[in-house]
């Protein structure tokens, strides 16, 4: 259910009706305030401004088609006209109860399936495997599982691309350190515990040690020659790596599998090709010995081309490269009818360059879309991008497991009579909950601070204030004695924060494919707080198991309270976060 869709279409015929041109935008939105109805057409204005005609009396013809039907149809209790011409839409109480009906029924809680599913490659997570995963995959790594997420649920066709960074020169020093550390009978596994002081002992002898970086040089060169014993401690120390990023998908719910890894490396073999093709095309040209793309449309205020380097003086390629080639792999193979990927902002320019070349070479038809979505950082108190004390880089899993012990202090504090395994359950969706919540819910571009008093806080819009409004609902439905999936009756809407609450459930179709469509699912953030909003008010005013309600009114009720607790329950799954039935 698409109530904005529905009401646009509606509203356009009126239109034409009223002697508008087919095609005219009605330009309807839900209303702001209660008072300008549930939604609003304000489609008029434009439209008497091109035809320089009165507004209000375009919208009096409007209103005159629009009446039988929305009003006649039994979808709106009264449509009126306001200011110079806006059209301000009062929904029926009976449909909408209709409606929510409806959804209550179906599994995918009324959101329709798209009937023309598109590919769409979701470029996410992406860590180093040279390094442990750091904060800064964190984000990439769960905003791009919550846009996966939502596109699946909408029926699009998903394809998970995870273009870990597993190949490059500084696997020629590690894996020379890896190889010295097996020879002195070492366990890779115990070598490559802590991969960020594997990281630094490598880069130390590289610095110090005499002989050690010619060594690290000649294993870069048989790396890429494919030299088989080279290759072995590659894949050995690659293994080991992504187990540790598993670890942490793990921890958070993450649905990214080892099958949706696509590496730099997987793309080694095309890059000459990209590079010959490019020549060939004359997109490339040589330039000190590299080979270079000079990009036009990019220019500076100055007029000189931006410079887009795809293969180094010396013959190697570059990160430029492997993304040209991902992009003729995934509209090619793939299919992809739109490309999504998610990295830090201080990507973006990268990514406008790739597009523009992949373009003109041929390599991203005009029909796929390609769509960097970059994102701010995260910050500490300070304001200064998030460091542990001594100024290095937080590891992930540390903060999930600081997040988890934190929330278990809460949840303990709240409730000392707990039993320790319902505890560990509780406190884990509750911590890695909160971390997910805090960073989804903030505005995608914007960096934003990271603090965890706010993050689990019970108050405000966090993980457990959600998962709080659902176990809240949970509870009453012990108390009534009934489970959530016996509620078959329909609610009867009377009250206006019952009314509110119907709307609300009805709008997720529209969230959703707001947070498709941009990649943002703040927007959906924002949709499951004001619900759960939305419950508190209706909970404070219509009261459910109190001995003066009807049996009517309490069935009425508590079929609402289960058509929340089922929008909250997956409105939070869409952002990967769990719910429980007691806090
Ligand atoms: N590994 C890269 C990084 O950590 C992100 C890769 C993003 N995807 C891409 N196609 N370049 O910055």
């Known amino acids: 259910m698409n109530i904005k869709q529905l009401l646009s279409d509606i509203v356009q015929k009126a239109m034409v009706a009223a002697g508008l ?66 059209i301000n839409i009062h929904l029926d109480k009976a449909w909408l109860a209709n409606q929510l009906a409806a959804s209550a029924k179906d599994k995918q809680l009324g959101v329709t399936q798209r009937e023309v599913p598109q590919t769409v490659v979701v470029d996410y997570s992406a860590p180093n495997l040279a390094k442990e995963m750091h904060v800064g995959h964190l984000r990439s790594t769960i905003i791009g599982d919550a846009v996966v997420r939502a596109l699946e649920f909408r029926g699009d066709k998903v394809i998970r691309q995870n273009h870990m960074g597993d190949w490059g020169t500084q696997f020629g020093m590690l894996l020379a350190h890896l190889s010295d550390k097996l020879a002195a009978n070492e366990v890779a596994e115990t070598a490559l515990a802590d991969l960020e002081n594997f990281y630094r002992e490598a880069k130390v002898r590289f610095d110090d040690e005499e002989g050690f970086a010619d060594r690290a040089r000649e294993y870069v060169v048989k790396l890429q020659s494919g030299d088989a014993e080279c290759d072995k401690l590659w894949q050995q120390f690659i293994d080991i790596s992504i ?52 990009i036009d449309e990019m220019a500076n205020k100055d007029g000189e081309p931006s410079v887009f380097i795809v293969q180094k003086s010396g013959g190697g390629y570059l990160y430029a490269t492997t993304d040209l080639s991902a992009c003729r792999y995934r509209s090619g193979e793939l299919n992809a009818d739109r490309i999504v990927i998610f990295t830090d902002a201080r990507q973006s320019l990268h990514f406008k360059q790739v597009e523009i070349v992949a373009r003109k070479a041929g390599f991203l038809p005009d029909n796929v879309a390609y769509d960097h979505c970059p994102f701010g950082m995260m910050m500490g108190d300070d304001g200064k991008p998030f460091k542990t004390r001594t100024g290095g880089t937080i590891k992930l899993a540390e903060l999930l497991d600081e997040a988890v012990s934190r929330a278990t202090e809460l949840i303990k504090e709240k409730n000392p009579e707990i039993d320790s395994e319902l505890l ?160």
């Open 21 to 86: 041109p087919e095609g005219t935008n009605p330009a309807v939105s839900q209303s702001s305030k209660p008072q300008f109805g549930d939604y609003q057409a304000n489609g008029v204005m434009g439209a008497a401004k091109k035809l320089k005609t009165n507004p209000r009396e375009l919208a009096t013809k409007v209103v005159e088609s629009l009446t039988p039907a929305l009003v006649s149809a039994g979808i709106a209790e009264k449509i009126e006209l306001a200011g110079p011409g806006f």
């Open 243 to 294: 187990t540790h990023s598993e670890e942490i998908y793990h921890k958070l719910n993450v649905t990214l599998k080892r099958s949706d890894i696509m590496g730099e490396s997987a793309y080694n073999a095309d890059l000459p090709k990209v590079i010959d093709e490019l020549m060939a095309k004359e997109i490339a040209v040589e330039d000190q010995g590299a080979k270079v793309v000079f």
């Open 424 to 583: 560990s359950e509780i406190s884990r969706k509750v911590g890695i909950g909160a971390v997910k919540f805090a960073d989804l819910s903030k505005n995608r571009t914007s960096d934003y601070i990271f603090n965890w008093q706010t993050m689990l806080s019970f108050e405000g819009a966090t993980a457990p204030y959600l998962q709080y409004a659902f176990s809240r609902i949970q509870s009453i439905f012990r108390k009534a004695e009934v489970s959530a999936n016996s509620i078959s009756t329909k609610a009867t809407i009377t009250e206006p924060q019952e009314k509110a609450l119907a709307l609300k459930l009805l709008q997720l179709e529209e969230v959703l494919d707001s947070v498709i469509s941009e990649c943002t699912p703040n927007l959906l953030c924002n949709y499951l707080y004001e619900l759960a909003s939305l419950y508190m008010s209706f909970y404070e005013a219509c009261p459910i198991l109190k001995d003066d309600i009807s049996d009517e009114v309490k069935t009425s009720r508590l079929a609402l309270c289960a058509n929340v607790a089922n929008t909250l329950s997956q409105g939070l799954d869409i952002l990967g976060i769990e719910v429980m039935d007691r806090m």
